[in-house]
């Protein structure tokens, strides 16, 4: 499956910005999605994850209440909302699909991954 994510952008802190990711090549249904972000210098960490019918979600402590992942399979694709930016949000973000997932949150469960859209939460 071929992963497009887009949306992201150059918001003040407070501000919202919602990020989406397209599928195409496979059935989108199979999958369960993921958001990761990897900020500059450091590791890529988890976001979000959410089933292959949307009725698992999971979140980083870090973004619980702000964030919110939703998918559409008849469209084939992944949104993260994200609100009440923090300069900390700062980041790339990757949307990433898995088969199977038990733990949502280890990258290396993900076989596919998208190229990545900046978010910039200036201060």
């Known amino acids: 499956v071929q992963l497009q994510a887009f949306g992201g952008g150059l918001v003040q802190a407070g501000d919202s910005l919602r990020l989406s990711c397209a599928a195409s090549?496979?059935?989108?249904?199979?999958?369960?999605m993921g958001w990761f972000r990897q900020a500059a210098g450091k590791e890529r960490e988890f976001v979000a994850g959410?089933?292959?019918?949307?009725?698992?979600?999971n979140y980083a402590d870090s973004v619980k209440g702000r964030f919110t992942i939703s998918r559409d399979n008849a469209k084939g694709t992944v949104d993260l909302q994200m609100n009440s930016l923090k300069y900390e949000d700062t980041a790339i973000y990757y949307c990433?699909?898995?088969?199977?997932?038990?733990?949502?949150?280890?990258?290396?469960?993900?076989?596919?991954w998208g190229q990545g859209t900046l978010v910039t939460v200036s201060s």
């Open positions: 990433a699909a898995a088969t199977g997932l038990s733990n949502y949150a280890r990258s290396a469960n993900y076989a596919y």
């Open positions: 090549g496979r059935t989108f249904s199979n999958y369960d």
């Open positions: 959410i089933s292959r019918r949307g009725a698992t979600k």
